[in-house]
């Protein structure tokens, strides 16, 4: 049994993909334990999700420093402070650099609500919306230097009904973000993923 990885998440909002996440890992689905969240926003509730849960809750305000290089630095000091093995951006509305991918090499995941690489920035449900697309759905990625273009590790898909609104569609991409995350995290746990140019190859079980 391989020893369990140590987990560091990166997050801004309501943190249900993070709960995701540390209930696969408490139900034992996921070889890992969450050891650290961190937010650039103060009241996030995805820091009282880590609170409630005994994990350490890290405000670190993005205001409080020089630029996105600075503020990578402190992130990696944070995260390498607790040991992480996996950094898992849930809904962390930050552009990140190198400064925090360097330290960590095909071990920083996103997740994004459409089906890259229709749809990357912001608002995808919407854009999918509005461009009338019949099936949206999530990706879970491995960051890189480009905005939502790294890697995909895992995808699922949901139909766009008829007379959908953003919200509507939102909460059944959401749904499929709580399913695949968790199983992206787990095949990492499991020492099954290897990149391979721009393919992700996961290593039979
Ligand atoms: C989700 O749609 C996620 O894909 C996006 O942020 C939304 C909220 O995520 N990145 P969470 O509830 O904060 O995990």
Not at 152 to 165: H, M
Not at 182 to 204: D, H, N, S
Request: aromatic fraction near 6%; charge should be negative.
């Amino acid at each position: 049994m391989k020893s369990e990885i140590k987990i560091g998440v990166l997050v801004s909002g309501g943190g249900t993909n993070l709960q995701s996440i540390m209930d696969a890992c408490a139900a034992g689905e996921i070889n890992g334990r969450v050891v650290c969240v961190i937010s650039n926003v103060a009241d996030a509730f995805a820091l009282e999700r880590a609170r409630q849960a005994g994990i350490p809750a890290i405000f670190l305000n993005h205001r409080d420093y020089a630029g996105r290089r600075s503020y990578d630095e402190a992130l990696v000091e944070a995260l390498k402070g607790h040991e992480v093995d996996l950094v898992v951006m849930a809904g962390f509305m930050r552009i990140i650099t190198e400064v925090l991918l360097d330290p960590f090499p095909q071990a920083v995941m996103n997740i994004h609500p459409s089906l890259l690489p229709a749809f990357p920035g912001l608002y995808p449900q919407r854009q999918a919306l509005e461009y009338g697309a019949k099936v949206s759905g999530c990706t879970v990625h491995f960051v890189d230097a480009g905005t939502d273009t790294g890697p995909i590790i895992a995808q699922a898909a949901v139909p766009v009904l008829e007379n959908d609104t953003e919200e509507a569609l939102s909460a059944r991409i959401l749904m499929e973000e709580h399913r695949i995350y968790p199983e992206a995290v787990k095949l990492f746990a499991q020492g099954r993923l290897t990149v391979e140019g721009r393919r992700v190859v996961v290593a039979p079980e």
